[in-house]
């Protein structure tokens, strides 16, 4: 179990990773209103996306798993087989939604003033990929089901690797070599989803075609019949898939919102065209891209106590849980705070070393604030894996929804009165009631108590403010919070960050909080607590 952990950890990281790091170069390449682009047509495929697959690689690997357990094998084969069947029909009607449905998404979308056709023209080419990806989840569930995560691990490294390749070499063909439009270079961009999705598929494919033997054997050494009806296995199947995509889904659902509200920066404030499209690339791409670095690292390591907390949950172990809780949960806190903190303090500087110099004001100013998000979005993502732990799912699917509606009544709100910062502002307040629901249902279930959880988090408080107080005076001492070149933010990013973090590292080791936190095998911890 904790092999498939870690395995499919890494590949999850190492995945989202290579989905974040293109956004530098690619801004360089598109602009602004490049990125913009891509996000407009991006986030709506990713919502049809999340609904299309249902979650299905988690949820058939948990019904793969079950019914392999009590040695029925065949009704596993009985899922895979009706379900790459429906799966396709599911990716096709998906597919045809959202590219029928594209000119009215762009209308609605479309900032003031631009031609919504290059919007619509974006979501068609993202929507091929629909096609096939739903399908692909379900291999990938069925392997997971028999506790082996190299499948999906290889596929999903080699799926983004091979879209981030793509997105870089075509937007490099079209804007560089061919002096070509950037509608063109974000459309193949977005078709790189396709291309990545048929690359991931072979992967897939060839593990089947290596294991098939394998795999028929065990279902012809079934002892068990369940004689499910498929209704009945998809029913079973939607149960354990729904609590899923609340997950999946949550940060596509604020950005839509984000997305689809956005006109209101032209009702009640007076953003120039070419202001909007910064804010709009900002907001749900170049800022948003960043923030979930820090986020992506601390979740990946936290989520793999998870599987610990299930097993202790069935067999009645309360301490046992309580203890890999609160080690998910420090280890979340002692690695976001420091890092949205100092991403926020560092603002300017991050985004001038980074994107185009030229909007430093408006992204500085944007990521200044959505930084400190990356905290929120980091214990939503861990709360929620836990209460699917101990089988509380269901709660997920309501604070989800209880985050959503409040972002959707204070987003517009909350522009008019707080103007660029009024979505961050609306998306925290989400976050912060959707991690309270999920906190208080899991002490209702498991008896939980925060009160260490809150030691630690004044302790990394600490810490942190002493970092940004370090932070602080290299930024007067370089001239000031908004650099005057690429060069000088380059250089003060990097001094900061190598001595802000020394002194959270060097104070966190000499108190014994990183020894606690990370476990005591960890590398140098040892020297530094001498």
């Known amino acids: 179990m904790l092999r498939g952990t870690f395995i499919l950890t890494v590949a999850t990281f190492l995945s989202k990773f290579l989905g974040l790091i293109f956004v530098v170069p690619f801004n360089a390449l598109v602009g602004s209103s490049g990125t913009a682009l891509y996000s407009f047509g991006y986030t709506p495929y990713a919502i049809i ?6 979650g299905v690689p988690l949820a058939v690997s948990k019904f793969v798993s079950r019914y ?3 040695g029925d094998y065949l009704t596993g084969r009985r899922l895979f087989r009706s379900g790459l069947k429906f799966m396709t029909i599911t990716g096709i009607l998906g597919f045809l939604i959202l590219y029928f449905m594209a000119p009215f998404i762009a209308r609605l979308s479309s900032i003031e003033g631009s031609d919504y056709s290059d919007v619509t023209t974006v979501i068609r080419v993202t929507s091929v990929a629909l096609i096939i990806v739903p399908a692909m989840s379900l291999i990938r569930g069925y392997f997971q089901g028999f506790q082996s995560m190299g499948p999906t691990a290889l596929s999903q490294v080699i799926e983004q690797l091979v879209r ?17 439009s950037v509608t063109t270079a974000v ?10 999705a048929v690359f991931g598929l072979l992967v897939l494919i060839r593990y089947w075609q ?3 033997a394998q795999l028929d054997a065990y279902v012809e050494q079934s002892t068990v019949k369940s004689n499910l009806s498929l209704s009945e296995m998809y029913r079973e199947l939607i149960a354990y898939a729904i609590p899923f995509v609340a997950v999946g889904i949550a940060m596509n659902l604020y950005q839509a919102i984000d997305q689809f509200t956005q006109r209101f920066f032209s009702i009640f404030h007076h953003y120039t065209y070419n202001e909007l499209v910064s804010i709009m690339g900002n907001l749900l791409m170049n800022d948003q891209k960043l923030v979930m670095i820090p986020v992506s690292l601390a979740t990946a390591l936290a989520l793999s106590v998870v599987p610990a907390v299930t097993k202790s949950f069935a067999e009645g172990n309360r301490d046992e849980v309580q203890r890999k809780t609160t080690q998910a949960l420090q280890l979340v806190l002692y690695l976001t705070i420091p890092a949205a903190a100092g991403m926020s303090i560092l603002g300017y500087t991050i985004y001038g070393m980074l994107y185009d110099f030229k909007e430093i004001v408006i992204g500085g100013y944007i990521l200044r604030w959505y930084a400190p ?4 979005f980091a214990l939503f993502s861990v709360t929620a894996s836990i209460l699917q732990g101990i089988n509380w799912q269901k709660v997920t699917i309501f604070s989800l929804l209880v985050g959503v509606l409040i972002k959707l009544i204070l987003n517009p709100l909350f522009i008019m009165w707080f103007g660029m910062a009024g979505p961050i502002l609306a998306t925290n307040i989400g976050y912060i009631a959707s991690v309270a629901i999920n906190m208080m249902a899991i002490t209702r279930a498991t008896g939980y108590e925060y009160s260490f959880i809150i030691k630690r988090f004044l302790l990394i408080s600490i810490f942190t403010i002493v970092m940004l107080i370090v932070v602080k005076l290299i930024l007067l001492l370089s001239g000031g919070t908004i650099p005057n070149s690429r060069w000088h933010a380059t250089f003060v990013s990097i001094i900061a960050v190598i001595f802000g973090g020394g002194v959270y590292g060097v104070l966190s080791f000499r108190s014994g909080l990183a020894r606690q936190v990370l476990g005591r095998r960890v590398p140098l911890v040892g020297r530094f607590m001498k």
């Open 49 to 54: 996306l999340s609904l299309s697959t249902m």
């Open 68 to 70: 392999n357990a009590m």
């Open 164 to 180: 981030t390749i793509f997105i870089l070499v075509s937007a490099f063909l079209v804007i560089v070599v061919f002096q070509g």
């Open 187 to 196: 459309a193949l961009a977005t078709f790189a989803s396709f291309v990545g």
């Open 210 to 212: 290596k294991r098939k």
């Open 373 to 376: 998000t990356a905290i929120l």
